[in-house]
């Protein structure tokens, strides 16, 4: 373990706790015990040094706060800590996509929506907000954040949840790559930070493709869309590759599903032919555009197509994938576990997960400790030294490290 997880003199600002809604469980778990093996070796690497870490509950078994909402026959709830967290720096984790929870009203089963997850999420914090010393959310998902702007006669459902957040008392918001980080302007004046997945996405690609090729004969990062161009210059001015992008026509006399229905795709960039082409976005929602894509990519004589998003929502099922990965239109598909997903989707030969649990952990043992986290919101310097390592070293350092 590397020693920039010992902060040395700086002790936490109070013990820490993370309150991990049902939602969030299994990735709060793994959050849990990357955070207890960091303060595990903080203490060893400190009693090395002679320097002695005399401070309440910062090197224990478990962070996990028992914690849960419980549901009326009604289908009402209530939010229930279980111990008392007097001081403590608490963290709830919440994933708003989780849909296979169900629960009970009257009889009859639901399966819990976003809006459950964001009730629960503010039961837990009405439980808690009073008596810990600071409450912060880490939501990877940002509720309600595909509805982030006015563009007629609507709510903005995004900008009133972060608002009544932060009324009620939260100190920090956590997210993750969200789909128009300008959001956070709803409330300037408290804490929100956006983290991307790039370098994990990066690391996953090195450990699987064996034989990719980082230059700008072999390798173009593409962007589906002009909203996801900013994702595809960072990504692709990192590897030192080209990118380009697609135009979507869309028919504006119409709206199918809440959107306008896309007419055509158009490219804009050299030529793919014989080249790996990364797709990269924000998340795959029910695929069609990134199918399309992925089509248009491969008429073009893309030799590999490989889909990166933060987010695989799969919302319209698995089926259109198997069938493009059969035709030989994808080759994979990496997204993160910052999301449920069904081990139908896990159990897929096209399918590779990016873990983000480590990077979670780096990030919440770094505010626990109210130390800077730039290089961490921006991880430039990890990801150039990572290709470097790939290009000096190839596939079997990566053997070595996962």
Same mark, same amino acid.
């Given at each position: 373990m590397?020693?920039?997880?010992?902060?040395?003199?700086v002790l936490p600002?109070?013990?820490l706790?993370?309150?991990a809604l049902e939602?969030?469980?299994?990735?709060?778990e793994?959050v849990?015990n990357?955070?207890v093996?960091?303060?595990?070796?903080?203490?060893?690497?400190?009693?090395?040094?002679?320097?002695?870490?005399?401070?309440?509950?910062?090197?224990?078994?478990?962070?996990l706060?028992?914690?849960?909402?419980?549901?009326?026959?009604t289908?009402?709830?209530?939010?229930?800590?279980?111990e008392s967290?007097?001081?403590?720096?608490?963290?709830?984790m919440?994933?708003?996509?989780?849909?296979?929870?169900?629960?009970?009203?009257?009889?009859?089963?639901?399966?819990?929506?976003?809006d459950?997850?964001?009730?629960?999420l503010?039961r837990?914090?009405?439980?808690?907000?009073?008596?810990?010393?600071?409450?912060?959310?880490?939501?990877?998902f940002?509720?309600?954040?595909?509805?982030?702007?006015?563009?007629?006669?609507e709510?903005? %459902?995004?900008?009133?949840?972060?608002?009544?957040?932060?009324e009620?008392?939260?100190?920090?918001?956590?997210?993750?790559?969200?789909?128009?980080?300008?959001v956070?302007?709803?409330i300037?004046?408290?804490?929100?930070?956006?983290?991307m997945?790039?370098?994990?996405?990066?690391?996953?690609?090195?450990?699987?493709?064996?034989?990719l090729?980082?230059?700008?004969d072999?390798?173009?990062?593409?962007?589906?869309?002009?909203?996801?161009?900013?994702?595809?210059v960072?990504?692709?001015?990192?590897?030192?590759?080209?990118?380009?992008m697609?135009?979507?026509?869309r %028919?504006?006399?119409?709206?199918?599903?809440?959107?306008?229905?896309?007419?055509a795709?158009?490219?804009?960039?050299?030529?793919?032919?014989g080249?790996t082409?990364l797709?990269?976005?924000?998340?795959?929602?029910?695929?069609?555009?990134?199918?399309?894509?992925?089509?248009?990519l491969?008429?073009?004589?893309?030799?590999?197509?490989?889909?990166c998003?933060?987010?695989g929502?799969?919302?319209?099922?698995?089926?259109?994938?198997?069938e493009?990965?059969h035709?030989?239109?994808?080759?994979?598909?990496?997204?993160t576990?910052?999301?449920y997903?069904?081990?139908?989707?896990l159990?897929?030969?096209?399918?590779l997960?990016?873990?983000?649990?480590?990077?979670?952990?780096?990030?919440?043992n770094?505010?626990?400790?109210?130390?800077?986290i730039?290089a961490?919101?921006?991880?430039?310097?990890?990801i150039?030294?990572?290709v470097?390592r790939?290009?000096a %070293?190839?596939y079997e350092?990566?053997?070595?490290?996962?």
């Open positions: 590397a020693n920039n997880y010992v902060f040395n003199d600002v109070a013990p706790k993370i309150a939602s969030c469980r299994d990735l709060a793994k849990n990357h955070i093996e960091f303060r595990r070796h903080d203490a060893e690497e400190l009693r090395r040094r002679q320097m002695d870490l005399n401070y309440r509950g910062y090197n224990v078994d478990s962070y706060l028992p914690c849960g909402c419980p549901r009326f026959g289908g009402e709830a209530k939010g229930v800590i279980q967290i007097r001081g403590a720096d608490l963290y709830a919440v994933d708003v996509t989780n849909y296979s929870i169900p629960y009970t009203v009257c009889g009859y089963t639901n399966h819990m929506s976003p459950d997850h964001y009730q629960d503010k837990i914090i009405g439980a808690s907000v009073a008596t810990a010393h600071r409450v912060n959310v880490i939501m990877p940002l509720y309600e954040g595909r509805q982030h702007k006015r563009s007629k006669r709510s903005l %459902d995004c900008a009133v949840a972060l608002q009544e957040l932060v009620m008392g939260i100190a920090n918001f956590i997210t993750f790559d969200a789909h128009d980080p300008r956070q302007n709803a300037p004046l408290h804490g929100f930070d956006n983290f997945p790039t370098y994990q996405f990066v690391k996953t690609l090195f450990t699987h493709d064996k034989s090729r980082i230059d700008k072999h390798l173009m990062v593409i962007s589906p869309d002009e909203g996801a161009m900013h994702r595809a960072y990504l692709a001015n990192n590897l030192g590759v080209d990118m380009g697609f135009y979507k026509r %028919d504006y006399s119409r709206v199918i599903d809440g959107r306008n229905p896309i007419v795709h158009e490219f804009l960039g050299a030529s793919v032919e080249k082409v797709i990269i976005d924000d998340m795959i929602s029910s695929g069609e555009s990134m199918l399309d894509t992925a089509r248009e491969k008429d073009r004589k893309a030799a590999k197509v490989v889909i998003c933060t987010f929502l799969f919302t319209s099922g698995l089926g259109k994938f198997d493009f990965y035709k030989g239109y994808i080759d994979y598909v990496v997204t576990n910052l999301n997903r069904p081990q139908a989707l159990d897929r030969e096209w399918y997960e990016a873990d983000m649990s480590k990077y979670i952990a780096a990030i919440v770094s505010l626990n400790h109210d130390v800077p730039g961490t919101l921006v991880p430039t310097e990890k150039q030294k990572l470097r790939y290009q %070293d190839g350092y990566f053997q070595t490290i996962v």
